[in-house]
Every structure is written in C-alpha cells, then in structure tokens.
Nanobody, 120 residues
C-alpha cells in the first residue's frame, strides 16, 4: 500500500488543522492506520491509531481530547483533526499502515510526512 499525507501548515496556538492520508491499493482496508510525529531532534512518537473498520481508536495522552482520528474506507483515506494546537505539537506528521502498534519500528508502509508548525 502507498500512502500520501497532506494538510500540514502554519497555524497559531489554539488553532486547528486537518491532516489527510490517502492510500492506494486494494488492501488499504485491511490495515490499521496510525499517525506518528517527529519533532526536530526528537524520536518519532505515536499520536493516534484507528483499526481497520474505524471502530476502535487510541491516542497518545498528550493529544487525547484535542485530536481525532477517522477513516473513510470507501475513499481509502484517514484523517487527523487537530484542535487546540500547541507549540509543542510542532512536528512532521507521518501516516503509517500496519497493526496499530505504538512502536514505529513495526510499520512497513509510510507516507512522506507533512509539516505542522504551531506558533505561539
């Protein structure tokens, strides 16, 4: 499966952004989808995951209540709605297809990343 992330940009603290990840291939619906992020000088970290059907979601504690992950299997897309953004949310955001694990090393399929910058 090939993934293409989009939707990043510059936003002020307190603002919102919606990231999207488009998948290609007939097997998209077989995968859990996960968003990770990587800030400069830091390791890639788990943000949110959604299972293949969209019926189960999990979030990192730092984003729970502010971010929402969703998917549309008919369109082969997964989205990350980010509200109440904080400067510490600044990072390159990546979508990945896999098991839904919080460990980035367990993923074989990655989008190219989209930069989110939150100004204070």
């Amino acid at each position: 499966v090939q993934l293409q992330a989009s939707g990043g940009g510059l936003v002020q603290a307190g603002g919102s952004l919606r990231l999207s990840c488009a998948g290609s291939g007939r097997t998209f619906n077989n995968y859990g989808m996960t968003w990770f992020r990587q800030a400069p000088g830091k390791e890639r970290e788990f943000v949110a995951a959604i299972n293949w059907s969209g019926g189960r979601t999990t979030y990192a504690g730092s984003v729970e209540g502010r971010f929402t992950i969703s998917r549309d299997n008919a369109k082969n897309t997964v989205a990350l709605q980010m509200n109440s953004l904080k400067p510490e949310d600044t990072a390159v955001y990546y979508c990945a297809a896999g098991s839904g694990s919080r460990r980035s090393v367990e993923y074989d399929y990655w989008g190219q990343g989209t930069l989110v910058t939150v100004s204070s």
